[in-house]
């Protein structure tokens, strides 16, 4: 399994981005797909979800702003990020869980000025 994120930079307060995370060696049809970010010196945290069926969970944190999507026949998931703020600085990673093995995308770097 292979995850490649993309998308990141530079954004003002206020702005948006989409992330992509392309995979190889797993359906995200069927796989649940997730987005966590790490920002400096905090722990990874969590952001969204989507499963299997489609259904969404979003993180307090972003409720409302973030979400994610997928293309099923290019094996791609978005996270499409609204009304960015300073505190959604953070390294943007794609994760996916196939057999009981996590798989990590190597991170794509946001930053929101104020």
């Known amino acids: 399994v292979q995850l490649q994120a993309s998308g990141g930079g530079l954004v003002q307060a206020g702005g948006s981005l989409r992330l992509s995370c392309a995979a190889s060696g797993v359906d995200f049809s069927i796989n649940p797909m997730r987005w966590y970010r790490q920002a400096p010196g905090k722990q990874r945290e969590w952001v969204v979800t989507i499963i299997r069926g489609g259904k969404i969970n979003v993180a307090d944190s972003v409720k409302g702003r973030f979400t994610i999507s997928r293309n099923n026949a290019e094996n791609t998931v978005y996270l499409q990020m609204n009304s960015l703020k300073p505190e959604d600085t953070a390294v943007y990673y794609c994760?996916?869980?196939?057999?009981?093995?996590?798989?990590w995308g190597q991170g794509t770097q946001v930053t929101v000025s104020s």
């Open positions: 994760n996916t869980i196939l057999n009981g093995d996590n798989y």
